[in-house]
């Protein structure tokens, strides 16, 4: 078990809707277990809150996995030609060090780890929550008797939805940047905002980088369709269903 800190004076609401969130989910596979709360600290505006949760057996987050486990191979332009040649077509480019580099984590590999994700969030749906920030930072690939699991972190932009509800008003623009629905800059959120941000996350997965210097949506959704393109190149029918998933 390890503890996330709050403190008290700051985050006192947040603490509770996290807590009360994490409650509705404890019986799931895929969403991170707490166990428990405790305080250090003997005045109230210094005292701190942890939150005991379930340690997990990781590289870090996705975005870490894919950056140290996925094999990453440099690659110079000479008269127009990469040397080596890449050996796949997932190649990012690094403006500020002019290397070209090839991701070849193994198809085997992207399956296992997207099936388990949309698990996840199919999970985290029957259960009545919206997960709200599902980018590769709020994903950890947790390791445990020799299987690996995806696990769901950070519910602090989760909201409950009432059966039969189809989209529900918020009062932030929760979500990240590039990964958040068009919706939620409404103050919206549906379990399609989820879907939304899965399929992001996914063609960031297959592609190893996909973001580039945009900061807008519409530069944002631009890269992600440039790593769209990648996928259905080599995988057709799964890049129609991401395209599905990403579409407006």
Known sequence: KYPKTYSISEFYDNLLYELKVAKHVKNTK???????VGYRGEEESDMEVMIFMEKLNSNGDLYDYIQKIGKWTPCYKCNGILIPQPKADYVYYN?????YWCYELSTKQK????????HAV?????????HGD????????????????????DFGMSYFINKGEKTIKIDCKCGTPGYRAPEQDHYELCY?????????????LWNGDIWCNGEHFKECRKEVFNGLKKIEKNHSKFGQLLRKSISL
């Open 122 to 130: 199919m999970e985290l749906h029957s259960k009545g929550v919206i």
């Open 192 to 204: 399609g905002s989820d879907i939304y941000s899965i399929g992001v996350t996914i063609i960031e």
């Open 111 to 118: 399956i296992k780890i997207t099936k388990s994700l949309i």
């Open 134 to 153: 599902i980018k590769t930072d709020n994903v950890v690939l947790h390791y445990s008797n020799k299987k690996q699991t995806i696990k769901l972190v």
């Open 30 to 36: 895929h969403s991170v277990k707490v166990f428990g």
């Open 95 to 99: 403006e500020d060090d002019n290397i």
